[in-house]
């Protein structure tokens, strides 16, 4: 069976068997993923990270699929019903619903209303009248009447018949899985507003009078329509086809079942009971299951994809380009409680703190500006990291206030995303971290930090509390848990980690350290001193063999005894870099970086029984640029002069901005008006885009054009093509991805995902309206329904 799971997982990869199992074997030994697809190529022919975290679902998915086969099996086994046929059946099932649907025969349950007629006798008429409609129901009927059995008449026993077939047509395997695919593909998900829920439920407008097929829902409507339901505005129902059936007559689902049992209306006594019991097994049971299979259907395909949109935007977020070592002032911005100030110096060490009252009611503001110059020059800052919340805007004009008056500063100011500020603020981390700071405080730290080293930052903080999520608070929290703390695991190990400077919760974040293993190893630091190479991490307690084969190559040791520590070659293959240095006759100082020396080498001959072409190749290439980082070189976006509230905006306005979230529909994007604007896929470029995504991600800085400002709305509807005209088109919304975008956070961006989405608005009647192909983005976008506050920006 083993061997199955691997044939079937490597078909899907497109890979060999081998490689499969190869990695199989790491996983279940322990490997991290990021370990295998950096340090164990030659064993799994060099699946990368992505296919490994692919391969590590399937393998969860298909495992879990065996263990309920063998316990399907057994139970029917234990009934004395398993035969040859069955067994098979059950072999091939190939997914957990074709599974279950063999086994709803077979599966323990109360006592049926097909049950009690079993008991009654009543089993050979439904089996007569189904064989051989030649036979009168009234008439056969009559002769299994037993008042002792509880048939006390003809009708009642023709009931009990009834009830067997009705058991029988909705528990065949084949039929159900028939269905249900038809369903899937001709089926419509309907939408209605609930008795005078109108004006209460005005968020979900858009999903009053709604209806679309099954195929053609993205993610954000399904979980906005699911949602709408939840909070008991919405009634929501699965219609099993498109409404072009003719209402006359059998539907084709009911002709489905009817074909499948050879019934068919030929004149004969029972064909007209036995229709009508096909027509009750439908509507009264087989409709209803399939209702729950397709949505559960439609909730695990819209979470998954709102799980890869998190997981897309958290990797953008915490690769995003530091700034570096470099003196930062934070900035959390707020008005009555004031703007909390934290200097850090260039390891984020927190240096200086305090609290200006720049805006209302104090307005102190000139005080705050020598507040800020005197702390500015006293640290040597050169960064200013200015909050996105509550009071940003005011306070990037202040901080551009300073940077004019203080030129010989020469500051930058910045917009940080804080999402998740207050969160760690209030942890029992921060708390250790920073004893001695006010709660309050630790925000503007956090801030100064994450402009500093988004990664070293971030990972301090949950990350469903970081705010780059679609819906995130709909989807399955499990699921959700394991995605992001994978993308934390490879983003954290694609960068690498100093040991000697980096937290306990980055180091938690390594290949092979765990929280517990991650206080050792600072406990060891801070009684020792700085580590001078990874050969003293086994020094540390419970760090054992395979934890450092797992976690050395991922430590970083700048500065110490040898040059290799700083960089990503594993201690496990020095001996080839040894090898490398006696055929050049260099000295390590002066192998590494040496491109000509490096590049004038065939990795071919240094491959031997232990290390591989792949390995060698990459050792290589690490020793052209030790320790590289893989993140984007640090730049800022600069707003423009004058343009600091929606009102400043006008139709036809090229900025530049920063895009803070992508989604399914589009990306917003911050033009420095303390409310973002949505980039509509379809005004993302010249050709079809299937993803935003592949056009941009969080943290891009863009040039945008202006198309519609919506100021009661506060809704700001921008493009990518600078060419288009203002209060125009946004491009064609093609087929499947619908003009009136919905979903993370509304038009104008909160930046915590949520809004109840927006869609093709259908006509009374429930049968959708087409949208004119040049239906203007602006009027989707009028449409489109957002909650969170009309779509106001989080001030967390």
């Known amino acids: 069976m083993t061997t199955s799971v691997h044939n079937k997982i490597a078909e899907e990869l497109g890979v060999r068997e081998r490689q499969v199992q190869a990695a199989v074997d790491l996983l279940d030994g322990g490997a991290t993923v990021p370990f295998i697809a950096r340090y164990r190529k030659e064993a799994t022919g060099a699946l990368d990270d992505a296919q490994l975290r692919t391969l590590e679902d399937r393998l969860r998915y298909l495992r879990e699929l065996e263990e309920r086969r063998a316990t399907v099996l057994e139970s029917i086994r234990s009934q004395d019903k398993l035969d040859d046929a069955l067994e098979a059946s059950i072999m091939a099932a190939d997914s957990k619903a074709r599974l279950e649907d063999i086994y709803l025969p077979f599966k323990p349950k109360r006592r049926t209303k097909a049950q009690i007629a079993i008991e009654a006798g009543l089993q050979p008429l439904a089996d007569l009248l189904l064989s051989d409609p030649s036979h009168d129901p009234r008439e056969t009927a009559a002769g299994y009447v037993d008042a002792d059995k509880g048939v006390a008449d003809a009708q009642a026993a023709l009931d009990g018949a009834r009830a067997i077939l009705v058991e029988r047509f909705s528990e065949d395997a084949d039929l159900i899985g028939d269905l249900r695919e038809r369903m899937w593909t001709r089926g419509r998900l309907v939408s209605r507003v609930r008795d005078g829920k109108d004006e209460e439920g005005a968020k979900f407008s858009d999903y009053f009078e709604f209806s679309e097929a099954f195929t053609d829902l993205p993610s954000h409507r399904i979980l906005a329509m699911f949602r709408g339901e939840k909070e008991e505005f919405l009634d929501i129902a699965l219609e099993p086809d498109d409404g072009t059936e003719q209402p006359e007559g059998p539907t084709e689902y009911e002709r489905r079942i009817a074909q499948r049992f050879d019934i068919a209306d030929q004149g004969r006594p029972a064909d007209r009971w036995l229709s009508d019991v096909v027509r009750w097994a439908w509507r009264t049971r087989i409709l209803t299951h399939l209702g729950i299979d397709l949505r559960l259907r439609l909730r695990q395909s819209a979470e998954d994809e709102a799980v890869r949109i998190f997981a897309a935007n958290l990797r953008d977020l915490l690769l995003a380009a530091p700034a570096g070592t470099r003196a930062t002032m934070g900035l959390d911005p707020g008005y009555r ?460």
């Open 337 to 796: 409680t004031g703007v909390k100030v934290a200097v850090v110096d260039g390891t984020g060490k927190v240096v200086a703190t305090d609290t200006i009252y720049p805006h209302q009611p104090q307005q102190r503001w000139d005080e705050a500006i020598a507040k800020l110059e005197k702390l500015a020059r006293a640290h040597g800052v050169q960064l200013v990291a200015i909050g996105n919340g509550t009071a940003s805007r005011e306070t990037d004009k202040l901080a551009g206030e300073l940077i004019k008056k203080h030129a010989d500063l020469k500051l930058t100011k910045i917009s940080v995303s804080e999402a998740g500020a207050s969160v760690y603020s209030a942890s029992p981390y921060a708390s250790r971290e920073l004893p001695d700071l006010d709660v309050s405080l630790r925000g503007a730290v956090s801030i100064a930090r994450r402009l500093q080293d988004p990664l070293a930052e971030l990972v301090k903080i949950d990350p469903k509390s970081i705010g780059v999520g679609q819906y995130q608070h709909d989807v399955s929290e499990t699921k959700l848990s394991r995605s992001l703390d994978a993308v934390v695991e490879d983003c954290v190990n694609a960068v690498g980690v100093d040991v000697n400077t980096a937290s306990a919760p980055l180091l938690t974040r390594v290949s092979g350290i765990g929280e517990g293993l991650a206080d050792n190893i600072v406990l060891h630091r801070d009684s020792n001193g700085p580590f001078r190479s990874r050969k003293a991490l086994k020094d540390v307690a419970r760090l054992g063999p395979k934890a450092f084969e797992q976690c050395a190559g991922f430590l970083r040791i700048p500065d110490g005894d040898d040059p290799l520590d700083s960089s990503a070659v594993h201690p496990e293959a020095y001996p080839v870099v040894r090898r490398i240095l006696e055929r050049t006759d260099n000295g390590i100082s002066g192998l590494i970086g040496n491109t000509r020396v490096l590049r004038g080498l065939k990795p071919e001959s240094f491959v031997d029984d232990k290390f591989g072409l792949p390995t060698v190749t990459d050792i290589l290439a690490e020793l052209e640029k030790p320790g590289r980082d893989p993140r984007p070189t640090f730049k800022t976006a600069t707003f423009a002069d004058g343009v600091e509230k929606i009102g400043d905006l006008k139709p036809g306005m090229r900025l530049e901005g920063v895009v803070t979230n992508v989604a399914a529909f589009g990306a917003f994007v911050d033009v420095g008006v303390h409310q973002d604007g949505l980039v509509h896929v379809s005004a993302m470029s010249k050709n079809f885009v299937s993803d935003p995504h592949d056009v941009v991600k969080s943290g891009d800085v863009v040039r945008v054009k202006v198309l519609d400002v919506d100021i009661p709305r506060k809704r700001i509807s921008l493009t990518l093509r600078l060419d288009d005209e203002a209060g125009g088109s946004g491009g064609r919304a093609e087929r499947g991805q619908s003009a009136g975008g919905s979903g993370a956070g509304g038009a104008a961006g909160r930046r915590n995902g949520g809004g109840n989405g927006g869609g093709k608005r259908p006509q009374r009647g429930g049968q959708q309206r087409r949208e004119a192909p040049q239906g203007a983005l602006a009027d989707a976008l009028r449409r489109a329904g957002f909650d969170n506050g009309g779509g106001q920006r989080s001030g967390r």
